[in-house]
């Protein structure tokens, strides 16, 4: 194959999409070589994407984007700690970690589990998926945790109407789309400024922020908000004692906060699993609500979205303040 080969460039934009300002490396022997690995590698012969691209990395050694990738090419090939060296690598070059190389490191057991999904690396893996985000979720995945929110609040709330709502981590706005006909407002935040530029075309929020939902919340005044929104949200973040803390201080008596969120079982509060993100435990959930001052008022083993054929395991819950 030249290095001219549609399917050759195909896989060099598709396999950075985590990483979208990093397409090239900027050296084009580098990248043809890069195109190269991906072509072997779509073709099952790892061994020869693996060379290719240690061959690519010589050429650049500071493209923090393809040390990420052959760090995934190494574990593929189960050489874990050499594919820990590129990560670090990866890590070293880039502190933000737009790549996501921190996250692997934690599925590894090289890093500690929270915090290691760096808000660069969600903003940029979003940023690159804002343009299918709907049609992949929606169709492909058979996403519900809207529609899932709406049937668990129906039930606590009579009439079933809201003053202000905040949507955490709201995307293209499909919780908006949801919620917007029962709530008096919503406004919505997201780290992903070009998820917000879909959320927008929906007319439906009363203001969008580009912020984490932690941070979002820490600047919320007590008591200014009736509910909190979080669909599918939580599966970027790890602990959730501070969100939850900072939720119950934003709620009004009675507010609620409700959120659906993959669940995993074991003595853990939280892990972060082989699909790169972070699942719950029930427990964990009510220990942290019980810190913050939150009760319990509804909770259900439903799940948000498939894989590959099968539910997700997954939870729809609601506390009150």
Partial sequence: MTAGNPVSLLCLSAYIRPMPHAH??????????????????ALGDLAAAADLLEQALECAPGWAAGWLVLGDVLESLERNDDAVVAYRRSLALDAADRAGAGARLARLGRMAADGAMTPAHVA??????????????????????PALLHGALRGLREPFAFGRTLDLGCGTGLAGEAFHSVCASIEGVDLSEAMLVRARQKKVYRRLVHDGALEFL????????????????????????????????VLEPGGLLAFSAQRCEGPDAFILGQDMRYAHSLEGIETWAQAAGLTVRYRDEEWARMDRGRPVPGMVVVLSH
């Fill in 218 to 249: 820490r600047k919320q005044s007590w008591q200014s908000t009736d509910l909190v929104l979080a669909a599918d949200v939580f599966v970027y973040l790890g602990n959730l004692q501070a969100l939850f803390s900072e939720a119950a201080r």
């Fill in 124 to 145: 940029a893996l979003f940023d690159d998926y804002a343009g299918r985000f709907e049609t992949s979720l929606v169709q492909g995945l058979a996403y519900r945790g």
């Fill in 24 to 41: 090239s490396s900027g050296d084009a022997t580098a990248d043809r070589r890069f195109a190269y690995a991906m072509d072997y590698k």
